[in-house]
């Protein structure tokens, strides 16, 4: 792959997002020291390659369809000290584990992507923190400054961004191995998942767990060992934040000509930067990754469209998807006109959701939280609004963590507000730990069928 010039001419060139207004971007003090890193960046060989990017889009594509069903899933945002090797590999067996329960729900290929190898960044409501008289920028994630409240640590360094790559190559190169190495073959993943039906909270499970377990035997019995028994593709993902860094991971594919942001795979667009006139969708209308936008409950059925005209104005199947973050509340009202108007539209998009985001709540005891029933509320929203339209419901966007923390309410374990500070440890938004995220996978598999 070829590195396009820094800033090329705009005129039939692709880095016209600089002259877009761009959105939660962080103020670095050192111009200087940012185009050193981005020319250090530009220099580096790219985490993903056009081929699986690619492939990805295709099978996106039959998940537009209702030929195969999209798991989104990894922490609200990544921090370097947790990419750790046993972390990174609980997080993966996790996702792979919910994409066996909801495989065999839905009869359908799981198309399994994680947040996960660039997901260290995070825009926020206000541009600073105010803690009694000290007030400090806010913490924007890994990539940019430090959560700890120091004005050294918040100010924004861009020599995050080189770390930002380092983490990414490190966590591709596990996913890579665990993916491959025999670690994600379907028989072990079932039985770990006969570990967690076997605890007595998730008795109600239990049906739908044997009959996995005999469709598991009978593969054997049959002798099917085929390599894609042993083997799964993994892709990754993150919201397409900090431009700086994104142009700079973008390259020319030597073989077609075409853009790609090689940070990773599927990139999206968050509620708070998809303005269609915004740098963030000017960036992204050039590259050809699989592309997401997330929704919200004030998204209007024009805004959606203009979405499509500038992300996916030929209507290419797999190129875009909308991740509807409606909350619980307005699910069954706030969606139904997006579906219908994209329906009449034509254009072809594959319809997730998320139903994390617009179920924040705070506890009693003043930290952020979900309850696991209002999220498990808008999936069945988002089943419903597609059934009643005759549209396809394509997949779940989720954040969760193969630890075991306490950050949401709810689920079988009955985690209450009290609990949650035993072990609560995102730094952001509250995660699915490892048993609700797998509880999730078996309701959603039951809405499956
Ligand atoms: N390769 C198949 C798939 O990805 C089957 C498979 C192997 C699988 N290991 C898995 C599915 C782990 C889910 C989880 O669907
Ligand atoms: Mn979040």
Redesign the pocket.
Known sequence: MRQPEELEPVAGGWNTWRQYPSLQQPHYPDEHALRAVTAELRSRPPLVFAGEVDDLRDELAAAGRGEAFVLTGGDCAETFAESTADHLRLKIQTI??M??VL?YGASL??I?IGRIAGQYAKPRSSDIEKRGDVTLPSYRGDAVNSFEFTEEARTPDPGRLLGTYQHAAATFNLIRAFTKGGY???RL?HHWNRGFTSNPAYARYESLASEIHRAVKFMEAAGADFE??????LFSSHEALLLEYEAAMTRVDSRTGDLYDTSGHFLWVGERTRDPQGAHVELLSHVRNPLGVKLGPTTTPEEAIALIDRLNPDGEPGRLTFIARMGSKHIRDALPPLVEAVKADGRPVIWTTDPMHGNTITSSTGLKTRQFETIMDEVRGFFEVHDAAGTVPGGIHVELTGDDVTEIIGGSEHLDEQSLKDRYETLVDPRLNHQQSLEMAFQVAELLR
């Open positions: 792979l584990q994409a066996v495989t290929p799981v399994k994600a073959d379907l993943v894609s028994l042993r083997q799964v593709d």
